[in-house]
């Protein structure tokens, strides 16, 4: 099987079988994703999610958070991984949103990691959840699956594989199968037992095929 073949029956099973995948990560604009995925570094979704509805209650947009104090931020995420470092990043980027962007959450990779704390991966989201923007995020999970199921088996960087990843998608598809890839990795092919038995996609499997 060519490279071209199994990312067409891939992207086919799931565009079948996960045709509404979407984020995890509950929130109402573009400022409280920019925050939950912030938060979600090294976290799980579910745990960001229990946090988030009283971090917005108590600062809504950039420029209630912006006014608030780091110790203020961090009282309301210290059940986060890493609160110092993250509650000190959310008061910086929210200070430069107000500052430098009118309190708006910018749409280009350019400008959103000019922002303290947001990296390419946290950018990429941003412009594929938020924005409608053809992106491709890659995490912990899109990284392994990609790797494991051919797509990408000489990459050592998420940056690697968000460049191949992306030549190699359809632009139409490419942030649906961000979430495609991450689904499949947190529920189905999982670092430590990954499901075989349970796995759609497992006929088009590098590593399942050599097993």
């Not at 199921?149 to 998608?169: C, D, H, M, V, W």
Request: glycine content about 4%; aromatic content about 8%; hydrophobic content about 40%.
């Amino acid at each position: 099987m060519n490279d071209k073949e199994r990312y067409a029956k891939v992207m086919g099973w799931f565009q079948e079988n996960m045709p509404n995948a979407k984020s995890e990560l509950n929130f109402s604009s573009p400022f409280e994703l920019l925050v939950a995925v912030m938060l979600s570094a090294q976290c799980t979704d579910a745990r960001v999610n229990i946090v988030t509805p009283t971090l917005f209650a108590a600062y809504p947009d950039a420029f209630s958070m912006a006014k608030a104090s780091e110790k203020d931020i961090y009282e309301l995420v210290k059940s986060i991984s890493y609160p110092n470092s993250k509650a000190k990043h959310l008061l910086e980027a929210s200070r430069k949103l107000v500052c430098d962007f009118g309190g708006v959450v910018p749409s280009t990779m350019e400008e959103l990691t000019s922002l303290p704390g947001v990296g390419r991966k946290t950018a990429n989201v941003m412009m594929a959840v938020a924005f409608g923007k053809p992106a491709m995020p890659v995490d912990t999970h899109v990284f392994r699956v990609s790797q494991r199921i051919g797509f990408t088996p000489n990459s050592r960087t998420p940056e690697e594989t968000e460049k191949i990843l992306t030549a190699n998608l359809p632009q139409n598809i490419l942030s649906d199968a961000h979430h495609w890839l991450l689904l499949h990795g947190r529920y189905v092919c999982t670092a430590k037992k990954p499901k075989c038995k349970e796995c759609g996609i497992k006929t088009w499997c590098a590593a399942y095929m050599q097993a």
